[in-house]
């Protein structure tokens, strides 16, 4: 009887350390993936990160912030921003998913997808105007040639003359590596989501 009694203590006591350590486990989850950290901060009951999938039928998504996958539920209330209907979101976007979290588990209030970057079109150089100003090279051409990827995507190739200045890092090299002459012509690289 007693061996009995033992044995139930010893289960529950296994069963509540599963339960709370799982319980921290997730409240230690990364809710924002590196690449979003750039430009936001971490927030309680929003995760960032890139889309991995949609179940329609399951009515759930899949956001990856770094090598963890969430998957939130969603309803038919889910409020889109950046999309007209949840399906036409392609895989690999970016994403905010606001959620509330019911039973622990999250269930999407909103999401809202990263809209494309713009830019002027006379801000833009053309790949005829750059052949010709890395031809000239960057004193005769009166330019700066910056290259916003990550340092080690810089190491494995670059433009030539483009100096490193990962985006992540603009503001702690601005003042070294941005010229003092206002009127010098500054061109920014990436290879889009890096």
Not at 77 to 100: Q, T
Request: charged content about 25%.
């Amino acid at each position: 009887m007693k061996k009995s009694k033992t044995l139930k203590l010893v289960i529950m006591a296994a069963l509540a350390i599963l339960i709370t350590g799982q319980t921290a486990f997730s409240a230690e989850k990364p809710t924002i993936a590196p690449q979003c950290k750039q430009c936001h901060q971490p927030a309680k009951d929003v995760i960032r990160g890139t889309l991995v999938g949609i179940s329609e039928n399951f009515k759930t998504v899949q956001v990856a912030t770094g090598k963890l996958v969430w998957v939130i539920n969603y309803s038919d209330d889910l409020k889109l921003s950046g999309a007209e209907k949840i399906s036409g979101i392609p895989k690999e976007k970016e994403v905010a998913v606001a959620f509330v979290e019911k039973d622990k588990v999250p269930y999407a209030v909103s999401l809202s997808v990263k809209p494309p970057a713009t830019v002027p079109p006379e801000k833009i150089v053309s790949t005829d105007e750059l052949l010709k100003l890395i031809a000239s090279g960057p004193e005769k051409g009166g330019y700066v040639l910056l290259d916003s990827r990550p340092a080690p995507r810089y190491m494995e190739g670059h433009l030539p003359q483009a100096v490193s200045m990962p985006f992540d890092k603009f503001d702690s090299l601005k003042d070294t590596l941005l010229p003092a002459d206002k009127e010098k012509l500054l061109i920014f690289y990436c290879g889009g989501v890096t």
